[in-house]
């Protein structure tokens, strides 16, 4: 190391002993040493003081040079880790009363280990004694080892803390936390390339410096953090993936040294050789699907109370069955949630298609197809109605008799990947089954199983029946808007046949009459080409064809005049001139004589029907009124323009509502004053089609 490298550790080390005596002797001054019970806060106190003397020891190292300080520092710094092993261990007891939570009992002894194993790496290096390799080495390996083991603990410290202190412990991990992971990155690359980083080992006294800020900052936050800092009563170990890495690294790097060590001048080759092996090994090893599941299923056995974390699995579960909207997808989707939580490989959806009475396979994901069918009063249907059972297809063929008088149909038995049966129960109905293949580890399916499968079939149920309901409601309104396109059109064509049922009448008594055979041969060709598009509607399920124009209301309005004097009836007309709209004009003579149709109906021989026409807030109104039976208020604002809604008794109630919704459409809106035996008034309103000379737009005009 050169000077510069030394000056800098020097001013670190030295950093390090004033900044942590600095904070040791507040700790002291706070009472953190005199209660002999609280070992949480003696743990600490401890931990801060031998950082304080490492940093102190090396300091003095790099003045005198002297082995025996070099001892002390190496000492000092084992034993600081070993207070923050225990600081950390205090923490995650569940309760001052109890010790670590199940599932975690083996981290004390692997911290005692540790620390042990350090203890002996130093006294062979003071006793010059090559015990187990180059006492150096050993160090180094205890130093990783120990930055690994630190990092797990303040993961699971933080990880598991209850919400009310996680505020107060969080700069505590962050400043931790940085300073084991510097020490891991020193340590590890000195065992793995035989050398320590300079540039890394001179700045190591300033990192672990900079967190006593963090720390001081935990314990301002409330005096008393350390007592009240409490861990969830779940507690449990979740960094397996962490561990795993870390003894995985400790051992390719313990392998590689021995085999450069013992292997003479081969050594350096095989110790290139075993990393790269240990490489591919460990890529095997992540992409292996057979690998991660028997690692999952050991993992549950030994490390956790509960197999499964069931907040993680009920998200996943969720996630997947809300992933895809698509009713073709959803059945895949129930499969392989279910299937990934024991790590099945294959499975198969087996529901009612809709008019039969038995279940069929409706999806499958890598399982064979089978055509056959599952009547839904078969004996595995009313078993598993009944009883609700996941069946274990394994443990039927060796203990049939704990499932009663169920019998297996044929095509299940013959089903090589079969291995469980999961009901699908919405309440006490069955709508489905899914079978799972065989996993690809070995899993005893236990009552843990069993429940998680049977609540997890319960929610794929309830989706599969939305979505089944759903499917339904479309199709319905499907036809609902299909009947109410036919009962428009059935509208029409009764409007139809009642001109030609008119037209026929007078056809006996006038039919030698020139003029009465030209309007008859007018009226049957306009009828058939309106029964033309009435069927092109109702086929093709669009709207009435044509473009919109500018509309003349008055030509409409003289129209229906005629028709109604025809008819034998008195319209009184008061017309402005040039009052267009935009719109269909067959659509809305329709509309406008449905309207005046109605208050022809509902007046007498005698009374009075009126049709104005006129300009009313940039609107183009018109005014039909009439002196008739009139309706109530109850009915106008109930009934009126509701469909299949109607005063007369062979009316249909299509007219009006047909009206109000293509009024609507245009931008306008229809109002109506009415009262029993005093007659009613409805005023439509219009938008207005302005157009000019030079504008190039012109108007349908009708002859």
């Known amino acids: 190391m050169d000077s510069g490298h030394l000056v800098l550790s020097a001013w670190g080390y030295g950093l390090v002993g004033l900044a942590y005596s600095t904070f040791a002797l ?215 993936t962490l561990l795993i890495s870390g003894v995985y690294l400790l051992f390719i790097s313990s392998v590689g040294y021995y085999i450069r060590y013992f292997g003479g001048e081969w050594g350096p080759a095989l110790q290139l050789g075993l990393v790269f092996i240990s490489l ?63 790590e099945s490989p294959a499975g198969g959806l087996w529901m009612k298609a809709r008019g039969e009475t038995g279940f069929s396979q409706t999806s499958r994901w890598n399982l064979a197809r089978t055509l056959d069918v599952e009547d839904a009063n078969s004996s595995l249907c009313q078993f598993i109605t009944t009883s609700g059972w996941v069946i274990n297809l394994e443990e039927y063929r060796s203990y049939s008799r704990r499932y009663g008088q169920l019998k297996l149909p044929a095509w299940l038995q013959n089903l090589a990947q079969a291995w469980l049966v999961v009901p699908l129960l919405v309440g006490d109905e069955l709508i489905g089954f899914c079978v799972l293949a065989s996993a690809r580890t070995r899993i005893d399916v236990n009552w843990e199983v069993n429940d998680l499968l049977k609540t997890a079939g319960q929610q794929a149920a309830s989706f599969l029946a939305q979505m089944q309901a759903t499917e339904a409601l479309l199709e319905v309104r499907k036809f609902d808007a299909f009947n109410r396109m036919s009962a428009f059109v059935v509208h029409d064509l009764k409007n139809i046949v009642t001109q030609l049922s008119l037209m026929m009448k007078n056809a006996k008594r006038l039919g030698d009459n020139p003029e009465f055979q030209q309007d008859m041969l007018m009226t049957v060709e306009n009828s058939l080409d309106r029964m033309r598009q009435l069927m092109l509607q109702l086929r093709e399920g669009a709207t009435p064809a044509g473009a919109s124009f500018g509309v003349n209301l008055a030509h409409i309005i003289l129209r229906i005049e005629a028709l109604t004097n025809k008819r034998g009836r008195k319209l009184e007309v008061n017309l402005m001139a040039q009052i267009l709209t935009r719109g269909q004009e067959e659509r809305l003579e329709r509309v406008i004589g449905h309207v005046v149709q109605n208050a022809l109906d509902a007046t007498d021989t005698g009374g009075r029907v009126w049709l104005n026409l006129d ?86 005009e009708c002859a």
């Open 26 to 240: 507040r700790l002291l001054q706070l009472g953190y040493f005199r209660s002999a019970r609280e070992w949480s806060k003696i743990a600490l106190v401890c931990a801060v003081t031998f950082s304080a003397l490492w940093g102190w020891f090396g300091l003095a190292l790099l003045v005198s040079n002297s082995s025996g300080f070099w001892f002390f520092n190496a000492v000092s710094d084992l034993l600081r880790y070993g207070f923050w092993f225990a600081f950390l261990l205090t923490l995650l007891r569940q309760k001052q009363s109890q010790g670590i939570p199940d599932g975690m009992s083996w981290i004390l002894p692997i911290a005692a280990a540790l620390v042990l194993f350090g203890v002996l790496a130093l006294s062979f290096s003071a006793l010059h004694m090559d015990v187990l390799g180059d006492s150096a080495r050993l160090i180094l390996f205890s130093s990783m080892a120990s930055a690994v083991f630190s990092m797990i603990l303040l993961e699971q410290v933080f990880r598991n803390v209850a919400e009310d202190s996680r505020w107060n412990i969080k700069p505590m991990c962050l400043g931790l936390s940085g300073a084991f992971l510097f020490d891991l990155y020193l340590f590890s690359q000195s065992v793995l390339f035989n050398r320590m980083d300079a540039d890394a080992f001179s700045i190591r006294g300033v990192v672990h410096a900079l967190i006593v800020p963090l720390l001081w900052l935990s314990m301002s936050r409330r005096s008393d953090w350390v007592s009240h800092i409490r861990l969830s009563p779940k507690a449990a170990f979740h960094s397996a």
């Open 280 to 342: 591919v090994g460990l890529v095997v090893l992540m992409l292996s699907g057979s690998a991660r599941a028997r690692l999952r299923v050991f993992l549950g056995k030994h490390f956790f109370r509960y197999r499964f974390d069931y907040r993680e699995e009920w998200l996943k579960f969720t996630h997947t069955l809300s992933d895809k909207n698509s009713p073709q997808e959803m059945g895949l989707r129930v499969i392989r949630g279910l299937a990934d939580m024991l």
């Open 615 to 700: 300009r009313s807030g940039g609107q183009a109104r018109v005014l039909v009124g009439d002196s008739g039976k009139g309706m109530t208020q109850d009915f106008i604002r109930d009934r009126l323009f509701k469909p299949f809604q109607s005063t007369k008794q062979a009316g249909m109630g299509i007219g009006a509502y047909e009206s109000f919704q293509y009024v609507r459409e245009l931008g306008g809106r229809i109002e109506v004053d009415s009262h029993p035996g005093q007659g009613t008034t409805v005023q439509l309103l219009l938008p207005l089609f302005e157009t000019q000379a030079e504008t190039g737009l012109y108007t349908l």
